[in-house]
C-alpha cells in the first residue's frame, strides 16, 4: 500500500521542525536519560542435512547444564522451569525455546497514531505533544519489561533485545515513539526469521532512516552515515570494506524519506516513489565491491549477504551475546556454514549453538556478567514479586543508573556487554539497587513492593528430597543467585547467616512470616546479591 | 558580587586549613607506594569530543575561499567568527577561547591524526585510546600501559590515590592493562563511599576456578576490591572541597568540570581524568547541534579555569581535547558532514606555550577520500606530555608505544624530572602525606650501609634545612619532616647519599 502523499517530510523540510526538535532534544536531556511489518514468512522447513542430531550429542542434560542455557536465553529462570527442561529432554526443550511465539499485543493504540501538523501547533501544543511520547516511552519500558518476566522457556523476548542492540536506534534520536514500536515489533516478530528480511525490515523502517540518516539523503552529496555501518555493524565487520565502498553505497541508498511513520520505500519493488525518488535518488552507474551497475540499497544488501564475512559476522555477535565475550573462531566458522546453508534462516544457526557440546563447555559457565535489566527483572522473578505491581519509577531509575535504557542504547554499537557493564560506580548500585528489592532502602527514589519471605522460601524447596529444607533452599539459592558454585567456605557462612547459631533441624519453613528467622532469610538474601559472584550467569 | 570575588571570598575559608583529607593526615591502612614521576602534583585532563568533532568549524579558516566553496550551507560567516591570527578564527561560541588564546593560555595542534585514518568511529577511538597504528589492534590502552610500566605491582600495590578517573560508564579502553583497569569511574563522590561500602563483602570465596567464568569473577571482584579502597579517599577528597565551590552549568560535560574541580580542591592528586561529551556525530543539521555543543564545552570549561585560577591550582593543570577523528571538509546534502580524518587538538593551561603548533589546513591539498593532511601524530602530543608535563625518560615513553615520536614544545621541559631510583638501588620510595598538614614521613631504601642527609629546600632551589643523620644501615628508612614552623607553600624535599641524591616536590598546607 502506499502511504499518502501528504505526510512524507525530509529532515531538509524542517522535519518535524527545528522548534519541535529543539523541545524534544531539550525535555530528552531533561528526563529520558535521568511499521511497515510485512506478513510473517512461515520458517522454512531445516534442511535435513542440516539438522541435528540432537541425541547423538556427548551432552549431559542435568541441572548446572539446564541452568547454564536457560540463565543465558530467558530472564531469571526459577527451579520449577530448570526441572521442566530437565524432564522433557534436550531435543524437546530447545525446540520449546526457540519457538515462534504469537504477536502480543502493543502497548497502546498509539502506535498507529498519525503525525501531528507541527506547522499548525502553539509551543505549549508541541510540549503536551512531547511530553505525551515520553510518557508512552516508559509505558513501552515497563510492557517490554513485563514481556521478559512473564517470557516463560522461550528465547523471544532476548532475541528481541539482541536486535535491539545489533541494530542500536535510539529514541532521542528517532523522536516518535510509533516508529520505535515498529522497529521493536520487527525485531520480535523476525528475531529467529530469516536475516535478510530483517535487514530490510529494519533498514526501511522509520526508525532507521532517521536513526542514521537515510532519509533526506541525496544524490548531489550523500550521506555516509547508514552506508558505513551498514557495513561495519550489520553485516561485514570492519576492515571489510573499503572508504569506496561507503561512498557508492551511500549513493545508493539516496532517495528514501520517512516523515516518522510511513516511508517512501515499497517493498514490493523494491523502489521508492515520489519526487525524492526521482530527483534525489542517485540512478547512475556505482561501483561497489568490485561490481559496477546502477544499484539501489536493497542491490548492496544483496551483494553484502553475498560475501561470506557477513555470516561470520551475525554468528560473531550471537555467540558473544549468548555465550562469551571472546569467540571461538573455528566454532563460528562452522557456525557460519549453518546460517549460509541455511540461506540465512537464524533458527538453526541458534539450534546449533544451543546444541553444540562446545555450548555446555563448564568453562563458560559464570563467564557472562548479567546486563542489569535481566539482571534485575530476574531477581523479581526468583523472589517471586513479578505479579506484584511493576514500580516504573524504580525501572527508569535501574536503567539510568546502570547504563542500560531500553530503547536508548549508548550509540550505534549497542550495548558490548561484560566487562563494560561492571565499573566503580555501577557495581556497588548493582548491588545496592536490587538489594532494594528486600530492604527498600535503594539510593534512588522508593521502592514499595512487599516481599514475601515464606514463600520465596517454599519455591526453593524440592520435591521428594529429604535433606533439611534450609539446606535445599541454600543450595537453589546458589544455583540461581550466583554465577560460580560456592565453596564449602561460602557455603558454610551462608548457612550461618540464615541459622545464625540453630541447628538446622530447628529451621522451620512453616513458621509465621514476623518470625526472626526470616528476617535472617531477608539477610542471606542480601548477602548474596553483594556476593561478586551474583553478576553473573 | 562578580563571580571572582565570590571565589576569593571562599578561598578564606579554604586556607583555614581544616580541608585536608583525614585519610592524607593519619597513616591509615593504605597503600604507600610512590616512586614513579606520576606521582608530581601534576595532573592531565583529557576530554574525548566524542564522535568526530569538525575542527574546520571550531577553528575556521576563515580568509580561506574554498572553506566557504565547499560549504556552501554550513560554513561559519567569516563576520561572524572570532579571528585569532590573520588566518584562523574561532567559531562564535569559543569566545573564552579567544580569550585563552590572547592570554597564551591556550596552545592549538594544527592537523592531529595518524597515517591511513580509519573512518569507523569504533576502531578509530581504539586506535586513540590504546595508541596503536592504523593496522595494529591492542588490546591495552596507552595509559593502561604507561600505568602499568610505573607502577609495576598495580593492583596489588596501588598509589594511595586512584591513578585515573573517568566519567564514561563504558569499561574504558585507555585505561586497560592487561588483566586489569587503572581507570575508576566516578558519578557522584558524595554518595560513593556509602553505597560502595554500605555493599561490600569481604570475600570467602576465595579460589577462583580456572574457567572463562572464573576470571570474570576475578575482574569483578578485584574492581569491587579496588573500589572500596578507593572510595573513602575520594569522598573525603569531594567533602572536604570548599563548599562555596562554583557554580557549573548543569550539562554532562559542566558536571563533570565540577565533580573534577571539587576532587582537585579537597587534595585529590590523581594525575589523569578522562572527560566526555557525547554528539560531535555531526551528519546532518549540524549548524545548532555543533554550536550546542561547543557553547556547553566552553561554558564549563570557562567556569572551571576561574575557579582554578582562584584557587592558584591552575599552574598544576592542562586540559587536552581529544575525538577520534575530524570531519569532512566539503559537506554533504543534509547540511552535515561525513567523517574525516585530521584534526586541531586544543590544550588549556596557564604552565603552557600557547600559540598555533603546525600549518593551517590546506583545504585542496586532500588524501584520496577527500580528507586533510596529517600533520601531527596523536602519539606526539601523548608523548610530550608524559615526557615534558610528567617528566618521565625516553626510554619509559617508548615502551608504552612501542615507538619513537617527536616531542611538540607546547609544554617546556619539566623541571623536576630527577628520577626517584639512583644509582646502585637507592631510591626514594615516597613522602607521605603530600600535600601534608604539620608534618610528612619520607621513606628511602639504601641499598647499603650509608651516611645520609635530609635537606628541605624551597622552591627555587634555597637549603633551609639541613639534617644530618650519619651512618644508617642498608634498609628501608623513615625519616619525620617537620613543617609547623613554615609556611604554606610548595618545598623540595632531598635524601641525598654519597655521590647521589633524589628529590621530590612536597606541598604544605596549613
Excluded at chain 2, 575482574?219 to 565551590?245: G, K, V
Aim: proline share 5%; aromatic share 12%.
Amino acid at each position: 500500500m502506499v502511504p499518502s502523499l501528504n505526510y512524507i517530510k525530509t529532515s531538509n523540510d524542517n522535519w518535524p521542525d527545528s522548534q519541535a526538535k529543539r523541545l524534544h532534544k531539550k525535555f530528552i536531556n531533561k528526563h529520558w536519560k535521568q511499521v511497515h511489518v510485512e506478513e510473517q514468512k512461515p520458517i522454512t522447513d531445516l534442511n535435513p542435512q542440516n539438522r541435528f542430531n540432537l541425541q547423538a550429542r556427548d551432552i549431559a542434560w542435568d541441572i548446572p547444564s539446564v541452568s547454564h542455557l536457560l540463565k543465558r536465553t530467558v530472564t531469571g529462570p526459577n527451579i520449577e522451569e530448570i526441572n521442566a527442561f530437565i524432564n522433557n529432554g534436550m531435543e524437546t526443550s530447545i525446540q520449546g525455546l526457540l519457538a515462534d511465539q504469537e504477536p502480543p499485543s502493543p502497548p497502546g493504540a498509539w502506535v498507529n497514531e498519525e503525525l501531528p501538523d507541527w506547522s499548525s501547533l502553539s509551543s505549549d501544543e508541541r510540549q503536551a505533544i512531547i511530553q505525551a511520547y515520553y510518557n508512552r516511552m516508559r509505558v513501552f519500558q515497563k510492557w517490554w519489561a513485563k514481556r521478559m518476566m512473564n517470557g516463560g522457556l522461550n528465547i523471544t523476548e532476548v532475541m528481541t533485545l539482541f536486535w535491539h542492540s545489533y541494530f542500536a536506534s535510539a529514541y532521542s534520536k528517532v523522536f516518535y515513539p510509533q516508529a520505535m514500536y515498529q522497529q521493536n515489533n520487527i525485531f520480535r516478530t523476525l528475531c529467529m526469521g530469516n536475516f535478510k528480511d530483517l535487514l530490510r525490515q529494519v533498514t526501511f523502517g522509520p526508525a532507521m532512516m532517521i536513526w542514521l540518516d537515510i532519509s533526506g539523503s541525496r544524490k548531489e552529496a550523500p550521506n555516509e552515515n547508514f552506508a558505513r555501518e551498514l557495513m561495519e555493524l550489520f553485516t561485514l565487520g570492519v576492515d571489510n570494506y573499503s572508504q569506496s565502498d561507503v561512498v557508492a553505497a551511500s549513493h545508493a541508498f539516496t532517495g528514501y524519506v520517512t516523515n516518522g511513520v510511513e516511508t517512501n520505500y515499497d517493498f514490493d519493488t523494491m523502489e521508492g516513489w515520489g519526487y525524492w525518488w526521482t530527483d534525489w535518488h542517485d540512478f547512475d552507474d556505482k561501483t561497489f565491491m568490485g561490481q559496477t551497475g546502477p544499484w539501489t540499497g536493497d542491490d548492496i544488501i544483496n551483494m553484502l549477504l553475498d560475501r561470506d564475512e557477513c555470516a561470520v559476522h551475525i554468528c560473531k555477535k550471537l555467540y558473544k551475546w549468548f555465550l562469551y565475550d571472546h569467540v571461538d573462531l573455528d566454532f563460528i566458522d562452522g557456525m557460519a556454514d549453518i546460517l549460509r546453508s541455511n540461506n540465512y534462516e537464524i533458527k538453526p544457526a541458534l539450534e546449533y549453538l544451543f546444541s553444540s557440546e562446545h555450548f555446555y563447555d563448564p568453562t563458560f559457565y559464570g563467564s557472562n556478567v548479567q546486563n542489569p535489566v535481566q539482571l534485575y527483572l530476574g531477581t523479581i522473578k526468583t523472589l517471586k514479586m513479578e505479579e506484584q505491581p511493576f514500580d516504573t519509577n524504580y525501572f527508569t531509575e535501574i536503567q539510568n543508573h546502570l547504563d542500560m535504557i531500553l530503547f536508548e542504547p549508548p550509540d550505534v554499537n549497542g550495548w558490548l556487554g561484560y566487562r563494560t557493564w561492571i565499573n566503580s560506580n555501577t557495581l556497588p548500585l548493582r548491588k545496592a539497587m536490587i538489594c532494594a528489592l528486600i530492604n527498600h532502602e535503594s539510593p534512588f527514589g522508593s521502592f514499595g513492593n512487599y516481599l514475601n519471605i515464606p514463600s520465596v522460601a517454599q519455591s526453593l524447596v524440592n520435591d521428594n528430597d529429604d535433606t533439611y529444607h534450609i539446606i535445599q533452599i541454600i543450595d537453589n539459592l546458589v544455583l540461581l543467585f550466583l554465577g560460580i558454585e560456592a565453596n564449602e567456605t561460602l557455603s558454610e557462612q551462608l548457612l550461618n547467616i540464615a541459622l545464625d547459631g540453630a541447628e538446622p533441624y530447628d529451621w522451620n519453613i512453616s513458621l509465621p512470616a514476623y518470625h526472626a528467622q526470616w528476617s535472617r532469610f531477608e539477610d542471606l538474601l542480601m548477602y548474596m546479591i553483594r556476593l561478586p559472584e551474583f553478576q553473573l550467569s | 558580587m562578580k563571580r571572582r570575588d565570590f571565589i576569593k571570598s571562599s578561598l578564606a575559608l579554604y586556607a583555614l586549613g581544616s580541608y585536608l583529607p583525614t585519610a592524607l593526615l593519619g597513616s591509615k591502612n593504605r597503600f604507600s607506594y610512590r616512586n614513579s614521576n606520576i606521582d608530581s602534583d601534576r595532573i592531565v585532563i583529557l576530554i574525548k569530543m566524542n564522535g568526530g568533532n569538525d575542527g574546520l568549524n571550531t577553528l575556521i579558516p576563515y580568509q580561506n575561499s574554498s572553506y566557504y566553496q565547499q560549504r556552501p550551507a554550513i560554513a561559519i560567516p567569516s563576520e561572524q567568527s572570532l579571528p585569532i591570527t590573520d588566518t584562523l578564527a574561532f567559531h562564535p561560541a569559543l569566545e573564552n577561547w579567544q580569550t585563552f588564546f590572547e592570554q597564551q593560555k591556550l596552545a592549538i595542534i594544527q592537523g592531529v591524526g595518524y597515517a591511513d585514518g580509519n573512518l569507523s568511529h569504533f576502531r578509530s577511538s581504539d586506535i586513540w585510546d590504546t595508541g596503536s597504528n592504523e593496522d595494529i589492534e591492542l588490546t591495552t590502552g596507552w595509559l593502561g600501559r604507561l600505568l602499568e610500566l610505573e607502577y609495576p605491582g598495580f593492583p596489588d600495590y596501588a598509589p594511595e590515590h586512584p591513578l585515573a578517573i573517568q566519567y564514561n560508564s563504558a569499561n574504558l579502553l585507555e585505561f586497560k592493562t592487561e588483566t586489569s583497569n587503572t581507570g575508576l569511574y566516578l558519578y557522584d563522590p558524595d554518595t560513593m563511599y556509602s553505597i560502595i561500602s554500605g555493599n561490600y563483602i569481604d570475600n570467602l570465596n576465595s579460589d577462583i576456578p580456572e574457567t572463562f567464568g572464573g576470571d570474570e569473577l576475578a575482574f569483578i571482584r578485584e574492581l569491587d576490591h579496588m573500589s572500596f579502597n578507593y572510595s573513602q579517599i575520594i569522598s573525603e577528597a569531594a567533602q572536604n572541597a570548599p563548599n562555596t565551590i562554583m557554580n557549573y552549568p548543569d550539562t554532562n560535560i559542566g558536571q563533570q568540570f565540577r565533580i573534577t574541580a571539587r576532587l582537585i580542591a579537597g587534595g585529590l592528586t590523581t594525575p589523569f581524568y578522562r572527560f566526555y561529551q557525547n554528539g560531535y556525530d555531526t551528519h546532518v543539521e549540524q549548524l545548532y547541534s555543533h554550536e550546542q555543543l561547543l557553547s556547553n564545552l566552553s561554558d564549563a570549561l570557562n567556569v572551571f579555569f576561574d575557579e582554578m585560577d582562584a584557587l592558584e591550582l591552575l599552574d598544576r593543570i592542562i586540559i587536552v581535547t581529544t575525538s577520534e577523528f575530524g570531519r569532512r571538509v566539503y559537506e554533504n546534502a543534509s547540511e552535515g558532514t561525513d567523517h574525516g580524518t585530521s584534526a586541531p587538538v586544543f590544550i588549556f593551561g596557564s604552565n603552557l606555550n600557547g600559540g598555533v603548533f603546525g600549518d593551517d589546513p590546506d583545504l585542496t591539498n586532500l588524501d584520496d577520500n577527500g580528507n586533510l593532511q596529517v600533520q601531527f601524530d596523536y602519539r606526539q602530543i601523548y608523548t610530550t606530555i608524559m615526557k615534558n608535563w610528567f617528566g618521565l625518560n625516553t626510554n619509559t615513553v617508548d615502551q608504552v608505544f612501542n615507538d619513537n615520536f617527536q616531542t611538540i614544545p607546547f609544554l617546556d621541559e619539566a623541571l623536576y624530572s630527577q628520577p626517584k631510583t639512583g644509582p646502585n638501588g637507592f631510591k626514594l620510595n615516597s613522602v607521605y602525606p603530600n600535600p601534608f598538614n604539620s608534618s610528612t614521613m619520607i621513606s628511602y631504601t639504601l641499598p647499603k650501609d650509608h651516611s645520609v642527609i635530609i635537606r628541605l629546600l624551597d622552591i627555587r632551589g634555597r637549603v633551609l634545612r639541613v639534617t644530618q643523620l650519619g651512618k644508617q644501615k642498608a634498609g628501608i628508612h623513615l625519616f619525620k619532616l617537620n613543617g609547623r614552623e613554615l609556611p604554606s607553600g610548595s618545598y623540595i624535599a632531598q635524601v641525598e647519599i654519597e655521590g647521589s641524591s633524589l628529590t621530590q616536590k612536597i606541598i604544605l598546607i596549613k
